[in-house]
Nanobody, 124 residues
């Protein structure tokens, strides 16, 4: 396993939660770090991404304004801060790292490294 996602849990709607993704140097260096999520019975979907130096972030419309991605390259760690959580945010959250073209950052098949996923459950 190249990446390790952690920090998931059970929260109430409207709460905040931060999850993290730790990796080894090669899996992080010069790579996009991207968060995906997968709810039961649904396909894995793009949540957001941060570029190699943290200078640019990209978000799905469903989380824009509520979620924030950051990274600490010295610690080989990326973070997903989730605010104003909704029941529809319930899913297993995965982090991935790779070098897709910007046009492909939402495509799961373009990422080389994956974490094992962490469950986030939002109760209404």
């Amino acid at each position: 396993v190249q990446l390790q996602a952690s920090g998931g849990g059970l929260v109430q709607a409207g709460d905040s939660l931060s999850i993290s993704c730790g990796g080894r140097g090669r899996s992080f260096r010069n790579n996009f770090v991207t968060w995906f999520r997968q709810a039961p019975g649904k396909e894995r979907e793009f949540v957001g991404a941060i570029n190699w130096n943290g200078g640019a972030t990209y978000y799905a419309d469903s989380v824009k304004g509520r979620f924030t991605i950051s990274r600490d390259s010295a610690k080989n760690t990326a973070y997903l801060q989730m605010n104003s959580l909704k029941s529809e945010d319930t899913a297993v959250y995965y982090c991935a790292a790779g070098r897709p073209a910007l046009s492909g950052i939402t495509q799961t098949g373009l990422y080389r490294y994956w974490g094992q996923g962490t469950q986030v459950t939002v109760s209404s």
